[in-house]
């Protein structure tokens, strides 16, 4: 009998109608390369082989791995990759063929650092569809001036459309968490001036919504300078959540150049 583990933040999807649901809005072709992070029990897995027999799973618990080597064979090829998702190389993973699309029911206790992990690789990847804890969806798509708009929503928004698509009650799941959750759609933009942005575009939003209560002229000292800031049209004494993410892309753009 396996059990959810708690130190891999593990709540086992069992609804029928929601994995379907889940299937259909992948809505996933023979051929195409699909990615599953954190399959589980195989729930969604063997779902989605019915209409691509070819996936790759990546899966940290050993004990899972064990049993989808055991069923995988029944439904396609099932490729496993045993390994912390945080570790996987998803560029090399795709190497010259079709971009990824990735899917996935992330443990909520990891969810942000693999969100910020795939941007890494958003080259690699064509799209994404993950079950996420509704505040964190609530968190990707909030718009400048909302109270929850923070550094995950402009790194998100920057590089990728974010679309919410519904939310998924606690009783869909085993164990029984205690929030509700949700799927979100990622779409990389496939920017190539944005992906060269994405360093000078971090070090400005850890420092900006580092210290949410402060100014920008104070959150960003040693970061951009007063002129920057006017340079883009936002002002000194404005605060982090009230700018939008073009004003943080054209910051640093300006700091790129004159770094």
Request: glycine share 6%; net charge positive.
């Amino acid at each position: 009998m396996i059990t959810a583990r708690k130190r891999f933040g593990q709540n086992f999807l069992r609804d029928e109608r929601v994995i379907d649901r889940i299937v259909r809005s992948i809505a996933p072709k023979p051929g195409e390369r699909l990615v599953e992070i954190g399959p589980g029990r195989g729930a969604m897995t063997f779902q989605l082989m019915r209409e691509n027999p070819q996936l790759t799973a990546i899966e940290i618990d050993r004990d899972l791995v064990s049993l989808l080597r055991e069923q995988g064979p029944q439904h396609g090829e099932l490729t496993i990759i045993d390994a912390d998702v945080l570790t996987v190389d998803f560029t090399s993973l795709r190497g010259a063929g079709e971009r990824l699309r990735v899917v996935g029911n992330l443990p909520y206790n990891i969810s942000t650092p693999v969100l910020f992990h795939l941007l890494d690789h958003q080259e690699a990847i064509g799209d994404m569809h993950f079950m996420l804890q509704r505040e964190v969806v609530e968190r990707m798509v909030a718009p400048p001036g909302d109270k929850i708009y923070g550094r995950l929503s402009v790194a998100l928004q920057a590089q990728c459309e974010v679309k919410r698509l519904f939310k998924v009650a606690p009783g869909s799941f085993w164990p029984v968490p205690k929030v509700d959750s949700a799927i979100v759609k990622l779409t990389p933009r496939h920017n190539a001036e944005r992906m060269r942005l994405a360093a000078p575009l971090d070090r400005i939003l850890r420092a900006a919504f580092g210290q949410r209560r402060k100014t920008l002229s104070n959150a960003l000292d040693g970061v951009a300078s007063h002129d920057q800031l006017q340079a883009v049209g936002i002002a000194p004494s404005a605060r982090a959540e009230t700018i939008s993410v073009e004003r943080f892309l054209a910051l640093a753009a300006v700091i790129d150049i004159e770094n």
